[in-house]
């Protein structure tokens, strides 16, 4: 009888598969635990000196003040306004504060954890697809990528992502193997809610799942199409029950949904995520209801070095120096695999055939998306890319050593793309020579003493010039990852960028000061039984005062400042009510501008400056240059 760890699964219209062992080594937990504690030190060190990213710390802040706020990730403690995005990655954030604290790092911790589970999770997706020593180069490989460490080390919402993709390849595996209907649906579950996190890019995985499932699966055709409905039937339910949600629920109980004209669901996931993302291939939102249908989405996010907006992106410094090192490794993994495949005629079911569709297909799929859909400077979107190659890349590693120690003819294969290897790392470097510029000739050194060993015909030798030249391609990607642990290369709480190119934020919206400090003591002193202490124009003037205080400021014009919330009428409304009193403008530049500005908000910045009364700067402490209050509807003049 076959053990439940190294078996072959006998399919339905074919002959058994190959068996890959899969029995653990009495090295493995020892070698797993070394690198899941490398990549929790990678993630963790430093974390004390964490830094606040105004937009989303704002949200966490108000996520924790009521279930409604957490639910729809409201950016206020008023509920006035969503984030731009859908709120599940903040969940685990959110979370964090309630039982922590409301730190910086206690949002960055659900980060790191997520982060070594991918690591882990990555090792046992590959033991089970191509042995346990592949698993293990492979669980190195994802923790020595730099955006491994950023995302590890951020705020952002792909860490939770990339986890809740590579669980649903873990269902598929273990799905296609028996033809399990059940786990599949597990599979589509977990796509569902990756959803959450980062909307219609979740599905961009299912191709990968699919192709793996109706393929490899031991089942007639039919059954396989069947469940592969079945599972795309339960990933679109989970997928849009929050969309549902908000859109079966009134406005008014609900806030306003940032992104969007007409305060739609729809229009903040397909129009404002998504089509805005593809204008360079003449996608148009404007018949969703996102604000933003050109070219100039969050322009302000495209500030990356040597990013770039072409189909070869990803090949550029920006992205691949974050993602990119292993390239040729991981091309020997899925071309040298297929070959094989090709070669022993391996039939359908066979589980190795069945990793290369799963990793390729996702690798393919993923570079296709963000090679032709604009990523807006953030290198942080290449999490789910850097998973696939560190698959690839350490089943192509264990075939290298494979080929080498058999001495086979075609052993010089695997040595060419070893130094091609090094040879793309050291082209990357070129862009960045003052940092770090010994690993370059180190890495060459150590790849040209390395194939030397490797020529020989002593299994030792060999074996030792294989580990140098395993070392000489990581070498450079792990002084990248590295000096993360430096603050000068890499802050935690920022966006996931790490290496030279890593942009040191301040944490200006973090503290008030001293100005904003007197201006929301007046505002508090004032308030009169108000709603909103004030309306400010701008999320990154609120922040601020929602990040210090919990302060329940109305933000005007959401993220981009072109939403039109909150409407005119809905303003007058609150003024008149009584339940707004105060509106807060950065300074008299801004009134300025709004007369030649043509936002929704710029209308009632003018409104207000027209009807408003203007509070004398000396009653709460503002210089000349500072913030200018106005003081709105009954008693305005007093």
Known sequence: MLSPTNRSVAPADGPPSAAVPRAPRPYERPALLVVAALAAMLSLWGIDRSVYHGFYASAVRSMTDNPVAFFYGSFDPGNSITLDKLPGFLWPQALSALVLGFHPWALVLPQALEMVACVVLLHLLVRRWAGVPAGLTAALCLTLTPVTVGLGRSIVEDAPFVLLLLLAAEATQRATERA??????????????????????????????????????????????????????????????????????????????????????????????????????????????????????????????????????????????????????????????AVTLWRRRAPRTDIVLAGH?????????????FSFGSVTGH????????????????????????????????????????????????????????????????????????????????????????????????????????????????????????????????????????????????????????????????????????????????????????????????????????????VVLRNLGSVAASHRGSAPVDGLVRWTAAHCAAVPAVEYGSGNRGPVVYRCGPGRDE
Not at 243 to 263: E, K, Q, V
Not at 463 to 481: I, K
Request: charged content about 10%; glycine content about 12%; proline content about 7%.
């Open 180 to 337: 399990r209907l059940r786990t599949l649906l597990l599979a589509g579950v977990w796509v569902g809610v990756a959803f959450q996190c980062k909307m219609l890019e979740a599905w961009a995985v299912l191709p990968a799942l699919a192709v793996t499932y109706c393929v490899a699966a031991p089942t007639t055709l039919r059954r396989r199409l069947a469940h592969v409905a079945s599972a795309g039937a339960a990933t679109l339910l989970v997928s849009v029950s929050w969309m549902a949600a908000a859109t079966l629920t009134p406005a008014s109980a609900r806030p306003y949904l940032d992104g969007t004209r007409d305060n739609s669901a729809i229009g903040l996931v397909v129009g404002y995520n998504f089509l805005t993302r593809f204008h360079t291939i003449g996608a148009d939102a404007a018949g969703t209801g996102s604000i933003v249908t050109g070219p100039a989405v969050h322009a302000a996010g495209r500030a990356g070095p040597g990013m770039g907006d072409s189909v070869w992106k990803m090949f550029g410094p920006g992205l691949a120096t974050q993602t990119g090192w292993l390239y040729p490794l991981a091309a020997l993994g899925l071309v040298g695999g």
């Open 357 to 369: 569709l799963l990793w390729g297909v996702w690798l393919a799929t993923f570079l296709l998306v």
């Open 379 to 582: 290198t942080y979107y290449m999490g789910v890319v850097a998973v696939a190659l560190a698959a690839l890349a350490g089943a192509g590693a264990v075939q290298s050593v494979r080929a080498c120690r058999a001495g086979r003819r075609r052993a010089w294969v695997p040595a060419a793309v070893i130094a091609a290897n090094v040879a793309w790392c050291v082209i990357l470097t070129l862009r960045y020579p003052g940092f770090f510029p010994w690993t370059a000739p180190t890495a060459t050194v150590l790849c040209l003493v390395g194939l030397g060993l490797v020529g020989t015909r002593r299994p030792r030798v060999v074996t030792a010039g294989l580990a140098a030249c395993l070392a000489a391609v990581l070498l450079v990607p792990a002084v990248w990852s590295a000096s993360a642990l430096s603050p000068r290369y890499n802050v935690p709480g920022s966006m996931g960028r790490v290496g030279p190119t890593s942009v040191r934020p301040g944490n200006p919206l973090a503290r008030l000061g001293r100005t904003r400090g007197r201006l929301l003591a007046y505002l508090l002193a004032h308030r009169g039984g108000a709603e909103y202490l004030a309306a400010i124009p701008g999320w990154w003037e609120a922040a601020p005062y929602i990040i210090s205080d919990n302060a329940p400021i109305l933000p005007m014009g959401g993220f981009t400042g072109r939403v039109p919330y909150p409407t005119p009428a809905r303003f007058h409304q609150l003024i008149d009510s009584g339940r707004l009193r105060y």
